[in-house]
Each structure stands twice: as structure tokens, then as C-alpha cells.
């Protein structure tokens, strides 16, 4: 069984600072790429940021210059560091990989998401 376990979301005021990790565990055989994602109440999921197994990174417009990607492989773990935090940044942060466990085949993965709240 393969888990993706969020932590580090919380409140914090305008201009502050954040990191978001997720863990990924069970019987792990290969992770592809491993991604964020976040709704706001109301919103659609969106892609906040993706890094490859090499480690390419891609970054949805409103949070380039601003929030970085990056993964342990070692770990099977994914950061999200956010800076310069906006109102705008509030929402559920999700953690996607794709993964292929022990006897199975590649599959999407959702972690349960964790509360980021931006404001003063």
C-alpha cells in the first residue's frame, strides 16, 4: 500500500514564508513525477508545480519567481517552498506522484492535502 503523507501547512501572514513536504512510503519500486497542486474553496484543482525524476521543474505562472520545487529520491520525498506568501496563495495543497509499487503497475497517487492560510 502506498501512502503520500503531507506536512508543513499552517497560517501565516502576507510576504511570509513556507515549506510543504510530502513523503511518500510503502512498497515503492520507482516514482516518475511528483507534483502540487491546490484548491481554493469553490476552485478547481490546480497545478501549482511538477519535477520530474531528473529533476525538471515546471511552475504554474502565478508562483514562479516565488515557490520551488524540489525532491529527495532518496527519501521519496517532495518540497514545496513558498515565499513572499499572498492571500491569494490560501488554499488545500496536494501532493500527486506517479509510482509504481511492488507487483503492480504505475498509478496516480493523491496525498489528503494540507491547509495553507495567507493573512494578516
Known amino acids: 500500500q502506498v501512502q503520500l503523507v503531507e506536512s508543513g501547512g499552517g497560517l501565516v501572514q502576507p510576504g511570509g514564508s513556507l515549506r510543504l513536504s510530502c513523503a511518500a512510503s510503502?512498497?515503492?519500486?520507482?516514482?516518475?513525477?511528483m507534483d502540487w497542486y491546490r484548491q481554493a474553496p469553490g476552485k478547481q484543482r490546480d497545478l501549482v508545480a511538477v519535477?520530474?525524476?531528473?529533476?525538471?521543474?515546471n511552475y504554474a505562472d502565478s508562483v514562479k519567481g516565488r515557490f520551488t520545487i524540489s525532491r529527495d529520491n532518496a527519501k521519496n520525498t517532495v518540497y514545496l517552498q513558498m515565499n513572499s506568501l499572498k492571500p491569494e496563495d490560501t488554499a488545500v495543497y496536494y501532493c500527486h506522484a506517479n509510482i509504481r509499487a511492488l507487483r503492480d503497475i504505475w498509478r496516480n497517487y493523491w496525498g489528503q492535502g494540507t491547509q495553507v492560510t495567507v493573512s494578516s
Open positions: 510503502g512498497s515503492i519500486v520507482s516514482i516518475d513525477a
Open positions: 519535477i520530474t525524476s531528473g529533476g525538471s521543474t
